[in-house]
């Protein structure tokens, strides 16, 4: 992906992530702010999520099912999103009925949604990260993303599973997901 440092005031060609949010803005699945930024490192919303992995499949219309969760009816912006990210197991609710819609997204919280979404199936190798061992409830999701090379660690050897996921990291997993 090249580089287009003219879509957004905040983004410039030093931003490493730069490349994979032009592909992410062109190819519709994320779009700026009324002030002319793409706010690279504010964190991603569990509502945002729904509709960039609606967009990424290329999914057709959808409608809003506002009886699914109790914090979220027919006002809010990504409701089709959210009906259609629920009704194919992407994403769940949580024990109290609600979806939590600006509740931020971890990293593995990504993985998790990425593998449903891949309809994946492997097993764990918690030797991968050292954050990451095989008892983890994520293990198998975050072993597969970075196999897949959708999501990598950091150089202390961790994937820090529990690390928010900014806007600007989206895109690069987007960016990953759909070239693998």
Same mark, same amino acid.
Not at 8 to 36: K, M
Not at 112 to 127: I, K
Not at 132 to 140: G, Y
């Given at each position: 992906?090249?580089?287009?440092?003219?879509?957004?005031?905040?983004?410039?060609?030093? /931003?490493?992530?730069?490349?994979?949010?032009?592909?992410?803005?062109?190819? +519709?699945?994320?779009? #700026?702010?009324?002030? &002319? +930024?793409?706010?690279?490192?504010?964190?991603? !919303?569990?509502?945002?999520?729904?509709?960039?992995?609606?967009?990424?499949? +290329?999914?057709?219309? *959808?409608?809003?099912?506002? *009886? @699914?969760?109790?914090?979220?009816?027919?006002?809010?912006?990504?409701?089709?999103?959210?009906?259609?990210?629920? +009704?194919?197991? $992407?994403?769940?609710?949580?024990?109290?009925? !609600?979806?939590?819609?600006?509740?931020?997204?971890?990293?593995?919280?990504?993985?998790?949604? @990425?593998?449903?979404?891949? &309809?994946?199936?492997? #097993?764990?190798?918690? !030797?991968?990260?050292?954050?990451?061992?095989?008892?983890?409830?994520?293990?198998?999701? $975050?072993?597969?993303?970075?196999?897949? &090379? $959708?999501?990598?660690?950091?150089?202390?050897? &961790?994937?820090?599973?529990?690390?928010?996921?900014?806007?600007?990291?989206?895109?690069? $997993? @987007?960016? /990953?997901?759909?070239?693998?």
């Amino acid at each position: 992906a090249a580089c287009d440092a003219t879509l957004f005031d905040d983004v410039d060609a030093s /931003n490493p992530f730069c490349p994979e949010i032009t592909w992410a803005a062109n190819r +519709g699945l994320v779009d #700026g702010f009324a002030d &002319g +930024g793409f706010h690279p490192v504010e964190v991603v !919303t569990r509502e945002v999520v729904a509709a960039l992995l609606y967009r990424l499949s +290329g999914a057709s219309a *959808s409608t809003c099912d506002a *009886s @699914l969760f109790d914090d979220v009816d027919a006002s809010n912006a990504f409701c089709a999103e959210i009906t259609w990210a629920a +009704g194919r197991g $992407i994403v769940n609710g949580y024990a109290d009925g !609600t979806f939590r819609p600006a509740e931020g997204v971890t990293r593995q919280a990504m993985a998790v949604f @990425l593998y449903r979404l891949a &309809g994946a199936t492997s #097993g764990c190798d918690g !030797t991968r990260f050292d954050d990451v061992s095989d008892t983890h409830p994520f293990c198998a999701e $975050i072993t597969w993303v970075a196999s897949q &090379g $959708i999501a990598s660690g950091y150089a202390d050897g &961790g994937f820090h599973p529990a690390a928010d996921l900014t806007r600007q990291a989206a895109a690069s $997993i @987007l960016y /990953n997901y759909d070239q693998r």
